[in-house]
């Protein structure tokens, strides 16, 4: 089961006592202080795990607590600090404030730890109040309360490409082409409900991940299908491949349809509809297809001059739209190298 958004409670733990004590020794005269310091709370830590690709652990536990820091002794023995709680989480995964959205973290490289809740400081013992005028203290203090917060985890995927299109464009087949994704393809829409990924391999050894979105139709942003939960997988890509269904089956206008995709996009988040992005029609098996791209071939290249038509059934254009993929890739790295520079 894919689960990319979870809401969960932590309580970081509470420091140890501080003690209050007087040694008892033979042969020492007077005795004296010897209270230790408690043990500090343990932290709430997030750990991204590449192993992971979904929260749904995180569905079914939603309350987790750190140990508490252990209380000081006699004998100045300070008390043990409580156990960390380590919550593994895959990389992408966004920490946000369950009330007020704040966000905390953006854990997106793995091997990363992230203190959400940080444990108590421990309690004092009267040791640490000895002075010259007061040779016997009785004072110690409590140790601090843990914190306890109300989190929201969300999911985004991490992928070099999201490719994007109302349902029943060809993206589950396009990608299950060129990948190793194994995503369901039948034609009816919203085959796909949850997100596909999938590692590209390039023919010169280069590679790169491609992300299936599905669920994209006009109202996605309002909620409506399933675009709203997914769109936000697609805000961590760096290019878009735009796919659109040029079949007998398809829209009678297909640059309509490619406005209704756009427009979903800039609803979402206006930065997302300026993504760069490659124009692919798709299924140009269908003579029809071939037919449609010729009459609306001059208002497809006004829109996005790369433009790419493809047949994940027969392979035509695959090899073309994977270089250009790749080449763009490529030059984003060239660009950001430049920047640093």
Same mark, same amino acid.
Request: hydrophobic share 35%; proline share 5%; charged share 25%.
């Given at each position: 089961?894919?689960?990319?958004?979870?809401?969960?409670?932590?309580?970081?733990?509470?420091?140890?006592?501080?003690?209050?004590?007087?040694?008892?020794?033979?042969?020492?005269?007077?005795?004296?202080?010897?209270?230790?310091?408690?043990?500090?709370?343990?932290?709430?830590?997030?750990?991204?795990?590449?192993?992971?690709?979904?929260?749904?652990?995180?569905?079914?536990?939603?309350?987790?607590?750190?140990?508490?820091?252990?209380?000081?002794?006699?004998?100045?023995?300070?008390?043990?600090?409580?156990?960390?709680?380590?919550?593994?989480?895959?990389?992408?995964?966004? !920490?946000?404030?369950? +009330?007020?959205?704040?966000? %905390?973290? =953006?854990?997106?490289?793995? &091997?990363?730890?992230?203190? /959400? *809740?940080?444990?108590?400081?421990?309690?004092?013992?009267?040791?640490?109040?000895?002075?010259?005028?007061?040779?016997?203290?009785?004072?110690?203090?409590?140790?601090?309360?843990?914190?306890?917060?109300?989190?929201?985890?969300?999911?985004?995927?991490?992928?070099?490409?999201?490719?994007?299109?109302?349902?029943?464009?060809?993206?589950?087949?396009?990608?299950?082409?060129?990948?190793?994704?194994?995503?369901?393809?039948?034609?009816?829409?919203?085959?796909?409900?949850?997100?596909?990924?999938?590692?590209?391999?390039?023919?010169?050894?280069?590679?790169?991940?491609?992300?299936?979105?599905?669920?994209?139709?006009?109202?996605?942003?309002?909620?409506?299908?399933?675009?709203?939960?997914?769109?936000?997988? !697609?805000?961590?890509? +760096?290019?878009?491949?735009? %796919?659109? =269904?040029?079949?007998?089956? &398809?829209?009678?206008?297909? /640059? *309509?349809?490619?406005?209704?995709?756009?427009?979903?996009?800039?609803?979402?988040?206006?930065?997302?509809?300026?993504?760069?992005?490659?124009?692919?029609?798709?299924?140009?098996?269908?003579?029809?297809?071939?037919?449609?791209?010729?009459?609306?071939?001059?208002?497809?290249?006004?829109?996005?001059?790369?433009?790419?038509?493809?047949?994940?059934?027969?392979?035509?254009?695959?090899?073309?739209?994977?270089?250009?993929?790749?080449?763009?890739?490529?030059?984003?790295?060239?660009?950001?190298?430049?920047?640093?520079?």
């Amino acid at each position: 089961m894919f689960v990319d958004q979870v809401e969960i409670e932590v309580r970081s733990g509470n420091g140890g006592e501080g003690c209050r004590s007087f040694r008892r020794e033979k042969f020492v005269p007077y005795g004296g202080p010897d209270g230790g310091d408690g043990g500090k709370g343990g932290d709430v830590v997030f750990e991204t795990d590449p192993n992971l690709s979904t929260l749904i652990d995180l569905r079914y536990q939603r309350n987790y607590h750190a140990e508490n820091g252990h209380d000081g002794k006699g004998r100045n023995m300070t008390g043990k600090s409580g156990v960390d709680c380590v919550i593994r989480v895959p990389p992408g995964t966004l !920490v946000k404030m369950a +009330r007020t959205g704040e966000i %905390l973290a =953006d854990l997106t490289e793995p &091997g990363v730890r992230f203190s /959400v *809740a940080r444990g108590g400081k421990g309690g004092l013992g009267n040791t640490r109040f000895k002075s010259s005028v007061n040779r016997a203290p009785q004072k110690f203090t409590h140790g601090a309360e843990g914190e306890n917060k109300f989190l929201t985890l969300e999911l985004k995927l991490l992928a070099d490409v999201g490719i994007v299109g109302l349902p029943n464009a060809g993206k589950s087949t396009l990608i299950s082409r060129i990948s190793n994704a194994h995503p369901k393809i039948a034609d009816y829409p919203f085959t796909t409900l949850v997100p596909q990924l999938g590692i590209v391999r390039v023919e010169d050894y280069h590679s790169f991940v491609a992300a299936d979105i599905p669920g994209l139709i006009a109202g996605a942003h309002e909620g409506k299908g399933l675009g709203l939960r997914f769109l936000r997988h !697609v805000e961590r890509t +760096r290019l878009l491949v735009h %796919l659109v =269904d040029f079949s007998a089956t &398809g829209s009678v206008d297909p /640059v *309509a349809d490619i406005n209704v995709v756009q427009n979903e996009l800039a609803q979402f988040s206006p930065e997302l509809a300026l993504k760069p992005q490659i124009l692919v029609p798709s299924k140009m098996d269908d003579p029809v297809a071939r037919q449609k791209l010729k009459e609306h071939e001059t208002r497809l290249r006004e829109l996005n001059s790369r433009l790419i038509p493809i047949s994940a059934v027969s392979g035509e254009g695959i090899a073309d739209l994977l270089w250009s993929i790749k080449n763009e890739l490529q030059g984003q790295k060239l660009k950001l190298g430049d920047r640093l520079e």
